[in-house]
DNA sequence: TCAATCCGTATC
DNA sequence: ATACGGATTGAC
């Protein structure tokens, strides 16, 4: 007889229901009856679950049998553990099934860690789309987006989610989702008085706002990306539109940038729903407290949740609307594998729930004006005529301004215009808020004459000073930069880009005896100020809002952001100038924003304007031009020179995907960009992933961090 | 010819 | 990590 090469078993159906015999106890010591008691149930017998392991091939779910003594608690969203090669690991129990379309045998779930489910099925869902987007894995992506388990809080009495005092009447059973508060308030109006000097319409001053409103409200699901007004109270803009869903019986999910912006929402969200229908999500919590929270969200107590970053990944029961609010901050890109931002998140969100989405700033990012462009989102404006109403007066003092003669104004190196402004503003009561840059800035290379920040002639990176002798190179392909000629002006020379120097309060203080000055910055953030002469100062980000408005705002150094290595310089600092400029009265009531850096710059411009929406096209068109994201994906690998090779070598890289580099990234290590085009994006994600994969699996050394549209492309 | 050992690969 | 299958080795 001829043997044909053994298939092993008969080709029997997979694994059906499988005989009670496989669960033969492991290791062959026949004393362990616990394990060989246990028969798979008689409905749904198999569990799909995902392992918690890092490697990347072993990124999708595997098949255990469920004991009858768990089926009860084996619901799709618990955590589980498993043997898995030999080891007790935990899990994720996705969903359960009649049969496995696994030819082996499966073990069987050693336990259900607890009742709880804590992985939404829609969350679920997300988490793959933005591991996949990101080339990370699954396991990574939920390390993200449920906090570690806190036995004693699951087990405790459900509490108020805001106060932590004790319930109502009685507390709902921890695993039945309990009903809906009966009658949510309606935000038919505005909760918050108007906090403008020139009359507040509220979504009203927008051109496209009350039929937002209104479509919030009808269950319908509008995308609008939304430059803001100054001295717009951003907070009861995001509580009217997430009172809106909520209102229609629907939740919602609204993602800050930090603390200071989370307390802000928090404060005007109770004010508009009424104490205890949301929760505050942040990794700034306790253990204990942050998985109370979550579970208040988790078990859909709340409909409504905000947070940081990580909350973009919350759970929310039938999600109505998302909404992020200024999502140029750096802070909203996670730092952890795989480098999700929220944007994106909550974007990828919109689109699998088929809700709505808020994307708000006071500026607007190349991403958000992407979304206008492709007809995803609509824009959501003011009219000219408001802005006029509602802005402040901006002049610009550049480089070679006149410094004030006072002495006091000299020594602290101030220009007249600066100077006057700000004398007005104290005379008449009102504080001042100073805006420094951080000092720290990367040495960048910009054009001697125009200013305009120099690119690598091949690539487009920009130029670097790697020492302070050294020559000029692309800080992204490592190109000398040789012959170098301004992109602009035509000009050859250079120069470097001094660091901010940050000016301190006190030469502030001897310019203006007899002023009280404040400061808020990295240690010791203020968030108001009260309406009286002061100066304050502070780095960006930390601007305390003042009540009434500032009389004026100072912008230091303003062209030490602009010319720092960086793809998102421009945008940065006029995100920064801004958020600034948006606390000052409006020019009416006799506001002044005093911006040192050249009238001519564009970003200048769009201060001068309050114009976000036209600077963003421009910055858009630019990245289109330069083949950078969002108009390209770029992906950077970054790790020992060889294990970067490795990697290149295991990926079948989509055609025309153009490799960058690698540039030396200190300690030893390497960065590749590889760039492709949009449409490409997820070709590339999936080919990084799959040589990630083959990597892993066959235990090669030296770990490489992937990263998809980084923020710092240098 | 068989058992001990090594190596590569899958991990339900 | 570990456990298993198949290949390899070495002693009888």
Redesign the pocket.
Known sequence: MAPVQADRPPPESPALIPAPEPARPPKAAPGRRAAAAREPTSTLPVARVHVDVP?P??DRP????VPTAADDAARPGVRVR??????LVGGYLLERVAS?G?D????FLDRVVSPEPVLDPDVARLARAVADRYAGTFADVLRLAIPPRHARVEGEAARDPATGAPPEPAAPPAPAAPPVPAAPPVPAAPAQPAQSAAGDGGWGNYRAGPAFLRALGDGKAPRAVWAALPGEDWPARFAEALGAVHAAGRGGLAVVADARDLDRLDAALTATLGPGRHVALSAALGPAERYRRFLAAARHRVKVVIGTRAAALAPVADLGLVAIWDDGDDLHAEPRAPYPHARQVLLTRAELAGCAALVGGFTRTAEGQQLIEAGWAHELGPDRAVVRVHAPRVAPAGDDAELARDPGAAAARLPTLAWRAARSALGAGAPVLVQVPRRGYLPAVACARCGAPARCRHCQGPLGLPSATGIAACRWCGRAAADHKCDVCGDRRMRASVTGAGRTAEELGRAFPGVPVRTSGRDGVLATVPAEAALVVCTPGAEPVAAGGYGAVLLLDSWALLTRADLRATEEAVRRWFAAAALARPAGAGGQVVVMADGGLAAVQALLRWDAGWLAARELAERRELGFPPAARIASLTGAPDAVADLVDAVALPPAAELLGPVDAGDGQERLLVRTSRATGAALAAALKAGAAVRS???ATGPVRIQVDPLDLL
């Open positions: 490697l091939h072993l595997f098949d255990y049998l498993v043997r898995f090669a030999g080891q496995s696994h082996g045998r499966l073990a699996a066959r235990k």
